[in-house]
């Protein structure tokens, strides 16, 4: 929001130091830093200490006034053109040499500078050219980063070259309108970081994954030697049985001469063939 304090930048030392950072020598013209901003030391009034216009309008911008947020003060100034007759849109931002943080903003008139000579003397050309809706319009309105977080503006030209009608002026197309490029370059950067996490989590799954498919191979390989040497004794017993192969001489002498009345012989001679048929398939 908007705060009428009127207190414009905290030193004279810090705005000029924040134009040497952010703007070329052909930008900083009177309407940065005009006779009516600075003392006869160069040093930045404060415009509480000023006494403002009594042209001023309700709600109309001035040099020193305050916001919360760069969205704030772009909210404020498309509104009060909304009000006038005209849209706004962002020209410029300015980033610190520091530690590359925007530091500044410009808005200006739609209607600012000229349509590219390439765009309307194109040879190849088959549709007539759109009209021209930049007029070379110079109102604009400016916006440096204060210590602790607030807004200030420090330019602002009101006059427009071109005519203003309130009813002319398209519907907004939301609500709020979000330009703040600091808030995006975050959005960003914790995607990025996300993404980032994401893969190497990706990573370790399939890592995992890999693991599991090598035990199942490798599990498989010993079910398949295990199933090879059953299959081999099977059909080796096989063989043995159609060849008429007998039971050791031992088990058989036991077995003949054990007592059938009891039911001995029977049990024993299941038993030992079970024992030898499960020694043979080779599992026990």
Request: with cysteine.
């Amino acid at each position: 929001m908007a705060s009428s304090s009127g207190q414009g930048l905290n030193s004279s030392s810090n705005y000029r130091q924040w134009l040497a950072e952010t703007f070329d020598g052909h930008e900083m013209l009177d309407d940065e830093l005009s006779d009516n901003n600075v003392d006869g030391n160069g040093n930045l009034i404060n415009q509480s200490d000023q006494s403002f216009p009594m042209t001023l309008e309700p709600g109309e911008p001035y040099i020193g006034m305050e916001f919360e947020s760069a969205e704030d003060a772009r909210e404020f100034y498309e509104m009060y053109g909304r009000r006038l007759g005209f849209t706004i849109r962002n020209n410029r931002t300015r980033r610190s040499l520091k530690d590359n943080s925007i530091i500044g903003r410009e808005f200006v008139c739609s209607k600012e500078g000229f349509r590219a000579d390439k765009c309307t003397k194109r040879e190849d050309r088959v549709l007539p050219s759109r009209p021209a809706t930049r007029e070379g319009c110079n109102a604009m309105l400016r916006i440096a980063a204060k210590d602790g977080g607030k807004w200030v503006i420090y330019g602002f030209i009101k006059e427009h070259n071109h005519e203003l009608n309130p009813n002319k002026i398209p519907p907004r197309r939301s609500h709020r309108i979000a330009f703040c490029e600091d808030k995006k370059d975050l959005k960003i950067r914790e995607l990025a970081t996300e993404l980032h996490r994401e893969k190497r989590k990706s990573a370790a799954y399939q890592e995992q994954l890999q693991m599991v498919l090598k035990y199942i191979e490798e599990h498989t390989q010993r079910l398949s030697l295990k199933v090879d040497v059953v299959s081999k004794n099977l059909r080796e017993l096989e063989s043995a049985f159609n060849h008429g192969f007998a039971l050791d001489s031992s088990i058989t002498s036991g077995l003949v001469k054990a007592d059938t009345g009891s039911g001995l012989a029977k049990e024993g001679y299941y038993g030992c063939g079970r024992a030898w048929l499960l020694a043979f398939l080779g599992l026990i």
